[in-house]
């Protein structure tokens, strides 16, 4: 017989130590643990249990199991107390029986150590002055790091700190375990997201990123090595979380989400973070978030500065297209290849991501409602952009609106062109525009003679305003900034805006 059992009733020893009794056995011993009246140097008037039942009683079998198979024990039954227990009552019992005596003590002692260590059991202590807090059980044994270094054993995920939280406690734990979250992109967004998610105990993460990781990626992504560069960052991502936290259930979807898998990889989730470098990702987890009412945390990083935002599937909430009627081109505004960024930049976006993640998952207050936060790193400022569903959308998917739109945008192929060289371009009557960041062309000057230089955002959103009627060539590192920018200039109504196909980077091996 290996029995456990989670009681809010007392426990009864003597019907238990009746139920070991067995002819075969000449060896009995047992372990009781009772409420007593001072932990460090406080004194105590009463301890209060709760326990995330499912996964208890299922430890607790495993932690049997091993015990009959490590020690060849016959029997063994441990019963733990729920509810408010006074001081003196008895909290938890162990009873084990086997053929020798030495069996049945070390069986004993292991199956208490292993309970203490492993079972998601917390208590609540009560405090002579008025005060209580929570902690995990493995708190109550200052020996039990100690008692671990027999073969084999298993460490288990402490939550006791964030479980000290009035809002989380035992039932908070137990809600994030049941939880599920999907994370698309496992770079600089994502490794903050998915480390602290790990570490909370949220019970499934699924990490979507085709990419491998590349030396240029460590300054900000810190879950990974230098020895990692060239594996799949997803895969890396999930044994990284198994390594920080075995009881959380990590699947990597090596894939570039797009607009035929997207559904079915965001649908078996409760959350989606979007963690990705790209626009049309973006807008896509929008749309599809909307469409399967699944909240998205959406973030994103231009040098210095983030916006953080949530989108919901409810009545009157604004979702991203309400902000930004049309999806903004790819390389409209360059990714961090193109402007550069420093590593904590988007390592403060990902834990605000996370922060807000867990929030709603637990239902905390101060979520963000129909808002946009913009947080400059440089002065360390922020602002909350208030924001409204669009006028007309008046159904339930916004969505449809825009794709009409989209389906309308200019033909890209009309707007490349490949020059052998920009002097060439100038020579035939065009204006060579440089689109880059005054940085990058430091170090990597504009291989043309009369080329002038505009950044992408002045450009677009300053007064860098080009005559409507001009003949322009629009150039940047390597034609996709400089094919967004050209797409959106066309929009506007220049006829004659085209983008040197592969930027300055294919010029350059010619």
Known sequence: ???????????????????????????????????????????????????????????????????????????????????????????????????????AFRACRYIIDEVKHR?????????????????N?????????????????????????????????????????ASRVLVVGCGGLGAPVITYLAGAGVGELGLVDADRLEASNLHRQTLYALADVGTPKAELAAA????????????????RLDAQ????????????????????????????GMQLKKPVILASVYQYEG?????????????????????????????CAQAGVLGPV???????????????????????????????????????????RASECRGRLCVHISHHKENASVNEESLEVAFASLDDAAAQGFVVVDVREPQELEAWPTPCRSARHIPMRTLLYGDGALDVEGKYLLVCAVGQRSLAAAGALRARGMRAVFSQAGGVAALMQR
């Open 137 to 177: 059980c493995e708190r109550c044994a200052p020996g039990a790091q100690a008692a671990h270094t027999h073969p084999g054993a298993t460490t288990r995920a402490d939550y006791s700190r964030q479980m000290a939280l009035k809002e989380v406690g035992a039932a908070g734990q137990a809600r994030l375990s």
């Open 240 to 255: 990284r979380i198994t390594a920080l936290n075995p009881e959380v259930s990590a699947r990597a979807h090596v894939v």
């Open 261 to 288: 898998n997207a559904a079915a990889l965001i649908a078996p989730y409760d959350l989606v973070i979007d963690c990705s470098d790209n626009f049309a990702t973006r807008f896509l987890l929008n749309d599809v």
């Open 1 to 103: 017989m290996l029995t456990f059992e989670l009681s809010s009733e007392p426990i009864d020893v003597p019907h238990w130590r009746a139920r070991l009794l067995d002819p075969a056995c000449g060896g009995y011993a047992s372990f009781e643990g009772w409420v007593r009246n001072l932990n460090e140097g406080e004194q105590v008037t009463a301890l209060e249990y709760e326990a995330f039942a499912p996964l208890a009683s299922k430890e607790a079998e495993r932690i049997l199991g091993e015990a009959a198979g490590r020690f060849g024990i016959d029997h063994a039954a441990c019963l733990h107390r729920v509810g408010k227990l006074a001081v003196g009552e008895l909290a938890v019992w162990v009873g084990v029986s086997a053929r020798h005596r030495d069996e």
């Open 119 to 135: 079972l998601p059991i917390w208590k609540k202590e009560h405090y002579a002055g008025g005060d209580t807090g929570w902690v």
């Open 346 to 388: 988007p390592g403060v976006l990902g834990s605000l991501q996370a922060l807000e993640a867990l929030k709603i998952l637990l239902d905390l207050p101060g979520q963000l409602g129909d808002e946009v936060l913009i947080v400059n790193l440089l002065t360390l400022s922020s602002t909350k952009l208030r924001t409204q």
């Open 307 to 335: 916006q953080l935002q949530v989108v919901r599937a409810q009545p009157d909430a604004a979702c991203l297209r309400c902000v930004w009627p049309e999806a903004t081109r790819d390389g409209v505004i360059g990714n």
